[in-house]
Every structure is written in C-alpha cells, then in structure tokens.
C-alpha cells in the first residue's frame, strides 16, 4: 500500500477510537446506573415456577411512585404513559398490592421497593403461612387430622408472595443515594401536576433480570442435558450445598453404614434462611439463633466429653437448605438409609432440634414432640425421659421448659424427616408454644435489629466484639441447658451437670459475625486464609444457593465447629494441610480433619501466627436425593432448582415521546440515507476527485 492509502488506514483507526471513547462518555451522561440492587430471582420445582423476571433486553418503564394503594388506579388505568415501572416504600410491598400489580401486567413493567432502614412495626412474612406443608411428616398417610396444618397455623404473617410468579422484574434497592436521586426525577418529572399529566421529557427506569429457565424442574433439567455444542449452556441449577457435622469421638466417614454397638445422640440446627429477595437472608431469629446456640454448646462440651466421655455419641448436624422442603435433613435420611453416612438410622438413639429460640417470652422455652409417634410407648417412654434430662438440666439458670397445653404436631423441624422414616424418639426446642413468634419469618427483616443484637455508639469493632448484648447472654443460659441435656441424654453423670456452661462471650463474637460483619478480627484468626480473604463487611446471607458452590454460613460454620470442638496439634503446614500427622501417618485422614487456620497476629506484627486444627468435623452432601434418582417430579424430595441468568442490573434515564423518538429516528435514517449517496458519488469519481501527477520513472535527484 502507497502512504496515503496507510496515512488513510490510521486516520480511519483514530476516528473509531475517538468515537468509541465519545459512546461510553455519552452513555454515562445519559444513564445512571443503580448500586445495591437485589432482584427476585426465578426458582422451580416439579409443578410449576416462582419469582420474577425481565425480557431479554430488561424491561423499561415510566416511573411512577405509588404513596398508597388508591394511587394503583393511575398505573393499572388512567396514566397515560403506560407501561410504568412502580416505586413502593416497604409499607406499600404487600400481597393485596403485587396481586394488582401483577394482574394488570400489561400495564407494569416492573416494581421496585425502597427497603426501609429501620424494621417495620406490624409483621411481615413473605413465606407461607404453612411452611413446607407438603414434605413433612404430616400427611393425609400419617394422620390427616395434623395434615396441612390443620391444628396450628405456624407461620399467621405469611403471605405466600415469594411462591408466586411475576412476568416483570421486581428489585429491592437501598434507601440511599440512588434512591434519592430517583424520588428526585420522579418529582422533577413524572409527578402530576393540578392533576394533569406530566410532559415529556419523563423519568423512567431499565431493570434486567432475564431468567433462562421456565415452567419447571423437569423441563429445565431437560434442557440442562441437551448438548449442541462443546459448551453446553446450562439454564438451571439444583438448590442445595453441604451439611456439617461433627461427633464427640471419632468416626471413621470411610466406613460407611452401620457401625455395630455404636449409638448416637443427634443435636441438630438449620443454617439457611431466605426472604423475596435473591442475596438477601439475614435469619437471624429463624436460622442463626439456633446454630449459634448449638454451636456454643458444643464448645461446652467439648472437655467434659474428653474427661468422663459418655456412653452414646454426640452427633452435631447442622443442616443445609430446610427452607426448601428439608434438602439437607432429608438427604441425610435418605444416606443413612442406603448406607452411605458414616452411621444408619438403627445406630440413632434419639434428636434434640434446635430451632428458634432467640425471642423467649419470660425466658421460657417450648419443647415439642410427635404425639403421633408417642402412640408407641416405648417412643413414649424415650420421650419422657428425654425431656427429665433437659428439665434436669435447669440449675442456676434464668430459664424455664415446658411443653405445649395440648396435642399438636411438630413445628417446622428437621426432626420430621426422621420420623418420616421410622419413629425415633426426638424433642425440638421453640422460643413458641404453638405460632411463632417470629413475625418476620423468612423475611428481610429477620435481622440483628429483630435479635436486639445493638451496640452503644462510638464503639470499635474490638469492642463490640468484646460487649455481651443481653440476646447473648440468653442465648448462652439456652446452650447451656441444650449442653447438659445431651451430655444427659448421651449417658453422662448427673453430677457433672454443673460443670458445663456455655461462654457468653462466645456467643457474642458468634452473633457480632454473623449478623453484623464476618469480616471481624475474631473470625479471621479463625479460619484458613484463602476464606479469610472473602469474610464480608456486612451480615451474612443464609440463602442455600447452588450446589456447586459452598455458601458462606457453611464455611464458616465448618471451621467454626472445628476450632470450638477440636484441638492444636503441632503438625507442619504442609503436613496439616496433607491431612496427616507426620509422613508416616495414613489413617488420621479417615478419622479426623485437619485445618490450617491463620492464627493472630502478635502485637506490632503483620505476620500471623498460623495453627493446625485438628477435629471431627466434615462435611456431607446437602443436594436432594430427587437429582440422584432423576425423579424431577418427586412428591417424597425436594425439586427445587434456581435459574441461571446473564445480566442483574437496573438504571434511570429521561425517555422522550414516542413522537419525537420517531421524529429522530427519521431523521437518523435521512443522514444514513444521504451519507451512504454522497460515499457512492465519491467512490465513482475517485479517480478525478483524488487523481495526483506521478512523477517520471527516471526522475533523479
């Protein structure tokens, strides 16, 4: 090529650069582009689908500030500028409202809710007023009358609005900046005026949350194993992630099935939660309060169990995904059945559950149990007994058991999915006697503020950390009467009883990370340094997730069960880290778990000083068994899947009338039109516009 031809080629090269530069720095004036978002997401089961989603391009509305539901009338029918995209302040995100909303869908092109800071005063629940009503032990088979809870309501708040579906995005945005800066450019904008409408230019809002999976579980799952290309593009997962647990002597997880002369004593507690909103599942009363407490008494036992070990096994399980119809307990079940856990159902003795326990009225707590099962006096007889060794367990504390006034089934438990196998005696703790107390069950407002879990101003987090809440010293008198109870109920001597006391400064440190910040100088001396790089500044979202990927809760449960239960061994990092205790050694990985966890750091120090960990605890898998047996429209299992999606985002900009977008996009394709004219006449006469003399050939210098 000739120089002109390459000073052209650079020139063209400079041009596209410069006007690429210009597109971003013009995108940026035009839209603003919103932080904190939170979306309702789409999840499936074998019937049908629940949650939201957007169109492909996002969905994008006119905005329209609803300040009451009279106000529903100007989006479902006399605003001009349909489809609107709905602003709700919290008090307004209620079940009477989304049902207009979504049966008038035509009309809407999405909802967002401006999440209060504060909780509100009346209860709000989301989930339903039955939870996992249909995958309990409570069937028409086992007896009708306590079916479908028939005799207790659990959960009267509920509304039922995360199980349903909406054709149009629905996102949760803070009350900050953003949210300001939209109530501004409605009232500039949108707001009625002596009521007329608006004019153009007007506010309006783009949400993007396009789901890639539809109608249900099997359907997914189906297209999930059609295979067109290399890289198969999956469009949902399986809900699910691990179930932790950890026993007071060692137990070969190798050896799986029964273990012959062996019986355990299983503590159990929930560790997941969730709310209408993806990423947002604080559920400290209905999740945290019983893992926590669990997990200080475990600390609590941990020497007694070492010193005068009782007969039975202690089994601490903490369960993943009971939200969604008892993944984690029924898939635990479901091993043990198939000798595929590290013991089967004929080695359990009995269950003490761990449920909600953090808002005790006049500190009194509830034990329930299945009256069904008790019909058999042996269960009976265990039951009893079970419940003289908590009531034994009282001494010098601030805290009283009692049992409901009248024959009621179980509350939502793990416990019922052991019972749906076999009748095994069991007990589970409430902070309730018959409908929760929680009044914001499954719900975003399940928070620390909900716990009292506060602090005096002008504290650091070293002394927050340090501060006992009065919730952490109830929680404390509770673990203590659980640790005694199943030291007890394991066959430990009454006479030890007094000895075991769970730490209220544990407590605190527990409820500080994981309802306020797990990025904490506690936590981080606490667990390995790859995890320690991911600890959050703000609190903990309980959400189950996928099950290719360990949650948060269950990683820092693992290595928190690990360093309340297990010891210090002097091992090498790179021997801790190989599961073994020297290089001779080829059986401790089989019994027991090693972690290398980064330790604290000495005073006037940037080093840690890292630690081996040795304990019982693992990890089993928490997926239900439904995707083992590929029964996607399993009555028995949990079916649920999450849809896999691209793009979660939203942003406002001001919308033109549909007149003048035509009238520019006339215009734009008349410059189109002209400009490509005015290249053809240019291109036919090139060699007369651009002609230049060439020199002769022997021309020299």
């Known amino acids: 090529m000739d120089l002109v031809s390459n000073n052209c080629i650079i020139k063209l090269i400079l041009c596209i650069f410069v006007i ?73 995100f209620t079940r009477s409202i989304m049902m207009k909303l979504k049966n008038g869908s035509s009309r809407v092109a999405g909802v ?28 028409e088979s086992y007896d009708p009358t306590m079916a479908h809870c028939n005799v207790t309501l ?34 500039d904008h949108n707001r009625r005026v002596n009521s007329s409408a608006p004019q ?13 999976a539809v109608t249900d579980t099997a359907t997914c799952m189906r297209r999930n194993d059609i295979n067109f290309s290399i890289t ?106 198939n000798q595929q856990f590290v013991v089967d159902l004929d080695n359990v003795h009995s269950v003490l559950e761990v449920g909600q326990v953090g808002l005790r009225a006049d500190s009194r ?54 019972l749906r196998s076999r009748p095994i005696p069991g007990v589970v703790m409430e902070d309730h006697p018959s409908a929760f107390s929680n009044r914001f069950y499954e719900s975003m407002y399940d928070n620390a503020e909900y716990l009292n879990v506060s602090y005096p101003q002008n504290m650091t987090q070293e002394e927050k950390l340090e501060f006992a809440t009065e919730t952490a010293k109830a929680l404390a008198e509770v673990a203590t009467v659980v640790a005694r109870a199943l030291y007890k109920q394991a ?27 797990s990025n904490n100088t506690w936590l981080q001396q606490m667990v390995p340094s790859d995890l320690a790089n991911h600890l959050k500044n703000t609190p903990t979202n309980f959400y189950v997730g996928v099950s290719q990927q360990s949650s948060e809760p269950t990683s820092l449960v693992r290595h928190l069960l690990a360093n309340l239960t297990g010891s210090v061994v002097n091992v090498t990092q790179d021997d801790c880290q190989k599961q073994r205790e020297d290089e001779k050694d080829s059986e401790s990985k089989h019994i027991y778990t090693y972690t290398w966890v980064q330790g604290a750091a000495p005073p006037n120090s940037t080093e840690r000083e890292g ?25 028995d299992y949990s079916t649920w899947t999450e849809s896999r999606w691209k793009t979660i985002k939203g942003r406002v900009f001001l919308v033109a009338s549909h007149e003048l977008e035509m009238l520019t996009l006339g215009v734009g394709v008349g410059v189109l039109l002209t400009s490509l004219l005015l290249t053809y006449f240019v291109s036919s006469k090139a060699d007369i516009l651009f002609s230049s003399q060439r020199e002769p050939t022997n021309a020299t210098y």
């Not at 153009?200 to 890639?212: E, F, G, I, V």
């Not at 997962?237 to 691990?242: E, K, T, V, Y």
């Not at 009256?371 to 009893?384: A, G, I, M, Q, T």
Request: with cysteine.
């Open 20 to 92: 690429g530069a210009g597109c971003t720095s013009v995108e940026k004036k035009i839209y603003v582009h919103l932080n904190y978002t939170f979306p309702c997401v789409r999840l499936l089961n074998a019937t049908h689908q629940i949650g939201c989603q957007s169109s492909l391009s996002g969905n994008v509305g006119v905005l329209h500030l609803v300040e009451s539901e009279e106000n529903l009338d100007w989006v479902l029918g006399s605003g001009p500028n349909p489809p609107y995209m709905v602003i709700l302040e919290q008090p307004l």
């Open 112 to 139: 967002a809710v401006v999440a209060a800071n504060t909780n509100p005063a009346e209860g709000v629940s989301p989930h339903t007023a039955c939870p996992n009503e249909n995958t309990g032990v409570y069937s």
């Open 611 to 635: 630690f081996c960990v040795r304990s019982t605890v693992h990890i089993s898998k928490a997926e239900s068994p439904a995707f083992d047996l590929r029964e996607f429209n399993s009555k």
């Open 365 to 418: 707590l509830w034990l329930h149990s299945d009256p069904v099962s008790r019909r058999n006096s042996s269960v009976d007889n265990e039951v009893k007994m079970f419940i003289e060794n908590l009531q034994s367990s009282l001494t010098g504390l601030n805290v009283t058991l009692s049992e409901p006034a009248f024959s009621q089934p179980l509350p939502p438990s793990s416990f019922q999915r052991f």
């Open 232 to 337: 198969p593009e999956m469009v949902c997962d399986p809900l699910g992630d691990s179930n932790v647990w950890a026993a007071t002597r060692p137990l070969n997880s190798t050896a799986k099935g029964h273990k012959t002369g062996e019986s355990v004593v299983i503590a159990a507690a929930r560790l997941d939660s969730r709310s209408f909103f993806f990423d947002v599942a604080p559920g400290a009363q209905s999740a945290a309060s019983g893992f926590i407490t669990l997990l200080a008494a475990a600390h609590a036992l941990r020497t007694i169990t070492q010193e005068a070990p009782p007969n039975r096994t202690i089994l601490y399980t903490f369960f993943q995904g009971e939200t969604f119809d008892y993944i984690g307990s029924s898939r635990m079940v479901y091993d043990m059945e």
């Open 491 to 517: 066959g430990g001597e009454q006479s030890q009883l007094n000895s075991i006391n769970a730490d209220a400064q544990i407590v605190t440190q527990m409820l500080y990370s994981f309802l306020v910040q």
């Open 200 to 212: 153009y230019p007007l506010c309006a809002m783009q949400l993007y949350s396009h789901m890639s």
């Open 154 to 187: 659990w959960n009267p708040f509920g509304s039922g609005l995360s199980y349903e579906e909406f054709d149009f995005p629905i996102f949760s945005l803070k009350d900050d900046n953003d949210t300001q800066l939209i109530r501004q450019c409605y009232m």
